[in-house]
């Protein structure tokens, strides 16, 4: 429908906000006509392909047999430029259930019992002791392995990426200059500033449209937009 009124809570009232009107037919398309850099990651038959063009927007492009395609873009204007780090709840019961083992297997290792067992029982908890350290380290490596890029004020995870692949160095440098160019472009957009709520407001809802917001988290993102300008 036209002429869509979006109503804040009464939360985001009290701040000084009563409604903000968006146009849906108004909402924000661009054509990408420069690449100023890409990182790719792969990960089994899993692809993810992200470009950041035009100076001042990202793509995103994910890639999968086990799930529908995805293919959206941010504008960056409206992103936080420092990337969140996000635990693997599995890895993370890895890492500590393999340090409580690894520490249990340095105690056994210092008593008496060990020192009177024989030279099979010695090789066991030496092996096992070697394997509980081994994983206790990879599962903290990995349960950290995850960055994710939030919008500015509504907070809601718009891109996803891992930490080391194909490389820590390479993630790195991309992660930086999508940094770059999103304080870039939020200075260009937030010289007028009812405009850029306005603009904020209409990312989200676009990115909603997009199915990359759910309905939970852009309602959430509407609340926090406001009350950050208000």
């Not at 030279?119 to 995850?146: C, D, H, Q």
């Not at 939970?216 to 406001?226: C, P, Q, S």
Request: net charge positive; proline share 3%.
């Amino acid at each position: 429908a036209h002429g869509h009124e979006m109503h804040a809570t009464s939360s985001a009232i009290a701040q000084g906000h009563e409604h903000v009107y968006l146009d849906s037919d108004d909402l924000e398309d661009v054509t990408p006509t420069s690449v100023n850099d890409e990182l790719i990651q792969s990960n089994g038959d899993a692809r993810l392909e992200l470009r950041i063009f035009n100076g001042a927007y990202a793509s995103v492009r994910r890639r999968s047999a086990r799930a529908r395609e995805t293919d959206y873009w941010v504008n960056l204007a409206f992103l936080d430029p420092e990337p969140l780090r996000r635990n693997e709840g599995p890895w993370v019961g890895i890492a500590g259930a393999s340090g409580i083992l690894a520490g249990a297997g340095l105690i056994v290792a210092r008593t008496g019992f060990y020192a009177d067992a024989g030279p099979g029982l010695k090789l066991a908890v030496a092996v096992a002791l070697l394997t509980a350290i081994t994983s206790a380290g990879i599962g903290f490596r990995r349960f950290r392995n995850r960055l994710y890029f939030v919008t500015r004020h509504g907070r809601v995870p718009v891109l996803r990426l891992a930490a080391n692949n194909p490389g820590r160095s390479q993630v790195r440098r991309f992660v930086d200059r999508i940094g770059a160019a999103a304080r870039a472009a939020h200075q260009q957009r937030a010289a007028v500033r009812s405009h850029y709520l306005r603009d904020e407001m209409k990312e989200h809802r676009r990115l909603r449209e997009a199915g990359v917001l759910a309905e939970n988290d852009y309602e959430a993102a509407k609340v926090r937009v406001l009350a950050a300008h208000g």
